[in-house]
């Protein structure tokens, strides 16, 4: 695992990227993770490559490799160097003390730059022949890659660039023994794959899933889902429009949803905050929503590039007055594009808006994923008036809306249909739509709101389980930190634990079905999330009311799989 | 808008729902709510062709005594929810009706942003210069010293000129109207319909029971048509008139030929029409 | 109990408020109840007197007389009225049929108005002579308050008021046997007295806690607190100032506090909503603010003037990322006085937002209460920065505003204060308010925020605790829910069931000291609450982990007292 | 505001944070920032009794810039903040500074009413036409046709005009400076801080990294002072002058002598002035 890291604006993320399409290219199973500053320029960023030949599910914990482009990018990441790890800083910008706990190399990437290649800019592409050399990358991926980026610019701006990358490759060769330290072996073959990040899978689900009006005012990091639609959704024939704020995002999704078109807006936690009371409207008025929240560390702007668990409460309890609605949590860039889909359709089908929580993690890292199979994709649509009155639907001629029914969805109609004219609205209503007020109404509309819940929770989408099913401790986690509890259930076989996890994708309802028996047959429950309070162990011990260990990181950063790993040594002592 | 429908002869009472409006005897929001009928019916409409949006508000009640669609949101909120729904579904015509609160006050950023738009729909502001549903306090139109509980002092904010703004704003079609002149009122909603873009028509809709200054009696005296020879392409003349306390003109103050809102996603979408599988294969491809 | 029903619009609502004004002149323990319809005019309305000799905590359940102005209000409130119960009737108006259930006496209320004083408004006071005459209310009293009402309109006007009265004590006389039936005697004098509604106490209240800042956007059934400060504020140099919307209002709030001011904004439901990102503001730039959330019936706009106990939820999680708020709820109308103090006090003392939750039952109500002894009235400020650097203040010349400190409080400045100058932030922050997005402040400083929440737990305000302390069953309860269940304790008592019941006025953080002993000694224990999920039970269950029973009620208008003993017997049979 | 302090002979340096601006090299703002330093300076003021209150955007990190008190809010609501604050302590000075984004998309109707109310504050607007700190999309102050990564086809929206929005909105001092000109700039905060009431200033403050339109270059060629003679009395000439697109002119387009915000809680507040505790026990003897 190489960490390259330096002043924002720099090109550190550049580097990175171009490092991390040669490796997937190359076969390798690949997972970045970014930070960025919340400043544009100025700022400390870096970028973070884990290449292995078994399937990753998180950034890992520890560096084997650290390339500081300066002194602030040594001071703040080297604690992250594991012991004999390798260390590697451009000397013209500083020199860090020796220490016996690592190697390190002093690489004039400016130097080499400036006086042998004559191009300053290249120091990032001689930095990219360094790792690739280290990695063991092949070289003509490299080359590749280069000519697609800097084509359009002439051959000689190519050849530059290769010469860079040679100049790289040639250092390593010569001052670091010649030989690949961390060479891994071509992965497993898992079929077609493609490179994407969280934001991008999610985006494409929502096209996958029928979403043809977007909506959204800009915010990091949920903005490249709106950038990303707006360069493709018009393709499809649905557009994109720039809001002035997240109120009236959401409520342009509301009237885009009685209109019978699938909407969609992307933001993050202030934006969600905002929303609130359109949220409210379409529980009420029973329309269709879908509403991500690309999560960041709060509480307010808090810190808008890094990551945290910590809507969740606000997804599932924002709201004045008794608010139905969906939480839905992907638990990796994989399941951004299929939860996209779900969040649609329930959405659909239970008429209520729908929160998907992705967060900075997802969003932002890429991912080697299969390619999505759209074969697989399932569309469910809305339950539609009848003109002929099927489905109890009207009432001395008048379309009864908000019928009582069995599982509380009634058929809708949408504008244009005939005979199906009826007031969304936000009052409290009878079945025909009018305000009513009277405690029958509404305690029996309540009671229909609230079915529906029943049923989604029902319908929610198959659990992420990892582990031993006879293990005596249990992890529940959500979103993506799931990854993070994969590999620690790994490390704790390793060590002889057995543990079994699980992460649903709807967290809201809590789906008793896939949720209650895995709770009450454990003897021990670890929640681990990035929030401060244990948001989601808060709902499971309301639920479910039995103590549960909370395991909450809190610093802006994922969870580390030692922290849980720990925490289930921990645990087994007690158990075993 | 569709006008496939003015084939069939409709009647008044094919516009109205079997809810009896719920206002005070007197208001002016009866004016408003007739001649939205009378509009209706010249243009031919066909009910299910129609969605009218409002916010929170004694006005914002009208979706409730219409027979077309309607959508009834929170308050402040109308063009947002009509800016969506005209995304979604261009074919519709959309009426937008609601109060000077609902449309200045927590919902001012919004207006500004639907001129901007140039979104193609008709919104009539049910302008009585209080918020009648909560019981009588100062709006944004309300006059320079008005009195309520909420200002006893009298209110200090300068009032909005809602026909101003909208010009200001980008609006392509600025036209006030007065309760108290159904036939006039109807005609300009006709004329806003028909108008491409965004129609703002400030009307002045008196609430007898809150608001004991700008009552019909008060109107009746300063209202008055533009003049005949009044140039409603000219914006600088329509500010100008605008700006006149005395008389207050009714009438099309500007009218403006520009490209509408849905004009622009319609020419996103010219960009290029593939299917959605192909459109994500192709992605698929270019990340792998 | 009497209720009097009718139109909106017709004088219903005055007719009661004569009758209750009468009725606390004279001695009576009193309470009020109104609904009114969200349209202005038409609809249903009614008001509700209790009088009795002892001390009223609910409204009641069950009707002595029903007076109904027509045929709507006969429908909609007959069912309320008790078995063998008095109905009133606008004979003008309808005829319903006979009933060996009840007694009832058509009175043309119209009739007499019309022809014998050719006074057709007069048919309220008309009323109001019936019911004075039925509950033995001195006429004395009844003129004076005429004369006080009607005196500005001139003698004459006068003169048909009182003819009106006598009119209808007359009828009372001459055709219903002519005594009081449901005369009470005086109560106990419990001291001076007031009649006033919950706004009107919580708006005193905020006077008294020193609030000299009133931001506010009308909405029912908060806008009279706005306009009762409005009357009055000026008066002591203070301000009320109408927003455009009601995140503008909480904005102003917290403009105002950094300025040093106690401010305040009162909301309903669909405000507090939209308040969520300010409040999170408030949280992380640590200032005080109080928002006071009038609740009704949600979602959405809902049922604006019908009382629900619903944005418990939204109070408590509102506001995305870890946002630490205090929420506190009166019991009763008099406490509507002393927790706008409290509020106050937390808001200055631990810096950050206090939500305080009164319904709409609190709020519309009028209440004989004891008379505020001001002299009780103890006000708690910020801890203030120091020049001298005191109090841990500053680091290298600069104040360190946001310093760690044992109880997570830091001194703070206020503008104008030499060397105290800092940057309120919504960013994540070091000790001097300098955006800060490392690890270790991140996690530092949410612990330092939530340092906060745990003494202001601590330091919560008394809780109401009602009943005998070795009941093996209790019940926990909030806000006007409360009064109902006192009541029903007495009630249980009667019937031999021993119960205890605590409501905190501290609902979150939860105050342990108060709430812990209480829930783990009771061998079962019961929520009634008035909205449909059981907010405050999930809130209990989250940190109990126990089980409780949920006395949901949630038709938009108070719980009844007998349900709760219905609960209580029903639980009884367990426990005993 | 205090002037007690012009008695110190104060350097820029007293204005100055020991926080380093992380802007872009070459980025307007630095220019803005200069000449709000150079602004303060020149009055006078007492860093202790000045607040310097922002939004979110690039531009909305200056209070971090600035030695003296500061609030730095969340997107789009500076003049409620700003409000609040002079309703508490009107005798602080306040100057509010922000983005385009920040003041029109999502604040634009908390200007509207800012602009309503006059309130006594002096509103720096660092227009970039772009949100900065989201990493470059369209902003209300864009023009037509502007593409970024989220209008990829063409910004549609007409363009809003911060001083005819001012004007319109009824804003008493109404100025356009340019981040290439700061001490023109500084002389235009003076005089706003000057003016009684609300004081707007739109900024051309370039966003080299992302708006490649609206470059120094671009403004260099079309700024221009407002002629000599122009008559910032006449709000209907103030409009014209707004209007045009070439020249841009720089200067104070319109000032107006009207009581302020401030003014108008004084007179509240002139009602009466009681101690609280009689007040309170008047109020008791009422209710009972
Ligand atoms: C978010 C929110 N704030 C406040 C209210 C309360 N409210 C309802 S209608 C209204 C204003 C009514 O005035 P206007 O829009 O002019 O309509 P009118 O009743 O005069 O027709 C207000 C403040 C609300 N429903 N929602
Ligand atoms: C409620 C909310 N929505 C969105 C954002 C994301 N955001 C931060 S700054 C900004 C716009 C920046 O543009 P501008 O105000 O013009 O300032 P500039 O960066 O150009 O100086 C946006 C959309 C946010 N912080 N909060
Ligand atoms: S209160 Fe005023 S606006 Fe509302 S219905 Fe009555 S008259 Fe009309
Ligand atoms: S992104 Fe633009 S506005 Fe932001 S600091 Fe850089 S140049 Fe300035
Ligand atoms: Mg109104
Ligand atoms: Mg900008």
């Known amino acids: 695992m190489v960490r390259i890291a330096g002043e924002s604006g720099e090109g550190v993320i550049s580097t990175g990227e171009l490092v991390a399409q040669a490796a997937a290219r190359a076969g390798y199973e690949l997972l970045t993770f970014k930070t960025y500053p919340a400043e544009i320029k100025g700022g400390h960023t870096l970028i973070q490559l884990r290449l292995s030949d078994r399937r990753l599910y998180t950034q890992g914990d520890q560096l084997d490799v650290l390339l500081a482009f300066n002194q602030e990018a040594y001071d703040k990441n080297v604690a992250d160097l594991k012991p004999g790890g390798l260390l590697i800083y451009d ?64 051959e000689d701006v190519v050849a530059k660039n290769v010469a860079a990358l040679e100049a790289g490759i040639r250092y390593v060769q010569d001052q670091m023994g010649g030989k690949p330290l961390f060479a891994v072996g071509a992965a497993e073959h898992r079929g077609e794959m493609v490179v994407v990040s969280g934001n991008q899978a999610l985006a494409m689900g929502a096209i996958a899933a029928g979403c043809r009006n977007y909506f959204g005012y800009p915010i990091t990091p949920a903005t490249d889902i709106m950038e990303f639609l707006a360069a ?190 009826y007031v969304a609205t936000g009052l409290e209503h009878g079945e025909l739509g009018r305000p009513r007020y009277d405690p029958d109404t509404h305690s029996r509309m309540t009671e229909k709101r609230f079915r529906k819940l029943a049923a989604a929770a029902a319908d929610a989408p198959p659990a992420d389980l990892y582990g031993d099913p006879s293990a005596e401790i249990g992890i529940v986690t959500w979103g993506s930190t799931m990854g993070a509890v994969v590999e620690a259930v790994d490390l704790a076989r390793e060590k002889g634990i057995a543990v079994e996890a699980l992460a649903p994708r709807m967290l809201w309802p809590i789906p008793d079905r896939q949720v209650g028996e895995f709770v009450r047959s454990k003897k021990v429950l670890i929640v681990p999330e990035v929030n401060y309070s244990g948001q989601f162990a808060d709902l499971l011990a309301a639920r479910y009311k039995r103590d549960v260990v909370k395991l909450s990181s809190y610093g802006g950063t994922p969870i580390k799989v030692a922290r849980i790993v720990k925490a289930i040594e921990e645990v087994g002592q007690h158990v075993g | 808008m569709l006008d496939s429908t003015a084939l069939i002869e409709r009647t ?86 609601g109060g000077d609160g ?142 006149s306390e005395d008389p207050l003109y009714v009438g099309v103050f500007y009218r403006e030929e520009a490209p509408s809102f849905e004009e622009g996603l319609e020419g996103q979408k010219a960009a290029g029409e593939t299917d959605a599988h192909d459109l994500l294969e192709g992605l698929f491809d270019r990340f792998s």
Chains 1, 3 share one sequence.
């Open chain 1, 91 to 154: 000397s013209a910008e500083f020199t860090p003390p020796e220490s016996g706990d690592r190697q390190q190399y002093a690489v004039p990437l400016t130097e080499i730059a400036r006086s042998q290649l004559k191009f300053e800019l290249g120091k990032n592409v001689v930095a990219v022949g360094v790792v690739a050399a280290l990695f063991d990358l092949p070289k003509e991926q490299l080359v590749r890659l280069l000519q697609e980026k800097f084509g359009r610019k002439g």
């Open chain 1, 232 to 421: 493709h959704l018009s393709k499809v024939g649905g557009s994109v429009v720039q809001a002035e704020d997240e109120i009236a995002a959401a409520g342009m999704v509301l009237g885009a949803s009685y209109g019978g078109v699938r909407a969609m807006t992307a933001t993050s936690g202030p934006g969600l905050s905002l929303m609130v009371e359109m949220l409210g409207l379409g529980a009420m008025a029973e329309l269709p929503a879908v509403v991500v929240d690309v999560q960041r560390a709060g509480p307010s702007t808090g810190m808008p590039t890094k990551h945290e668990q910590g809507d969740l409460k606000l997804a599932v309890s924002g709201g004045h007055g008794e608010v139905p609605r969906i939480v839905l949590a992907p638990t990796s860039v994989e399941d951004c594009f299929w939860q996209a889909i779900n969040a649609f359709n329930l959405a659909e089908q239970y008429q209520m808006p729908v929160i998907l929580l992705s967060d900075t993690v997802l969003a932002t890292r890429t991912e080697k994923i299969p390619r999505p199979d759209l074969s697989k994709v399932e569309l469910k649509g809305r339950l539609l008036y009848q003109a002929d009155g099927s489905g109890n639907g009207h009432e001395g001629g008048r379309f009864k809306r908000y019928s009582f029914t069995a599982t509380g969805v009634s058929p809708m109609s949408v504008p244009g249909q005939a005979g199906g004219q």
């Open chain 2, 12 to 97: 008044l009472e094919d516009y109205k729902s079997d809810e009896k409006p719920t206002w005070c005897p007197g208001c002016g929001d009866f004016g408003v709510l007739n001649a939205a009928y009378n509009a209706m019916r010249e243009k031919g409409f066909d009910p299910k062709d129609v969605v009218v949006v409002s916010g929170i508000g004694c006005s914002s009640r009208i979706p409730f005594f219409v027979a077309t669609y309607g959508f009834h949101g929170v308050h402040g909120r109308t063009m947002p929810i009509a800016t969506g729904l005209r995304a979604a579904r261009p074919e519709l015509s959309v009426l937008v009706m």
């Open chain 2, 102 to 243: 609902d449309a200045f006050a927590i919902g001012g950023g919004h207006f500004l942003h639907a001129a901007r738009r140039n979104l193609d729909v008709t919104y009539l502001i049910m302008d009585n210069s209080i918020y009648g549903l909560t019981k009588g306090q100062t709006s944004p139109t309300s006059r320079v010293g008005f009195t309520t509980k909420t200002t006893p002092h009298g209110s200090a904010d300068r009032s909005v000129n809602p026909l101003l703004l909208a010009l200001t704003a980008g609006a392509t079609f600025v036209a006030r109207g007065f309760s108290g002149q159904p036939k006039e009122l109807a005609d300009l909603i006709v004329q806003g319909i028909d108008h491409k873009g965004l129609s703002i028509i400030d009307v002045y809709s008196p609430c007898p029971t809150f608001n004991k200054v700008n009552t019909f009696k008060f109107y009746r005296e300063l209202v008055e048509a533009l003049p005949q020879d009044h140039d409603a392409a000219d914006l600088g003349e329509a500010m100008l008139k605008a700006r």
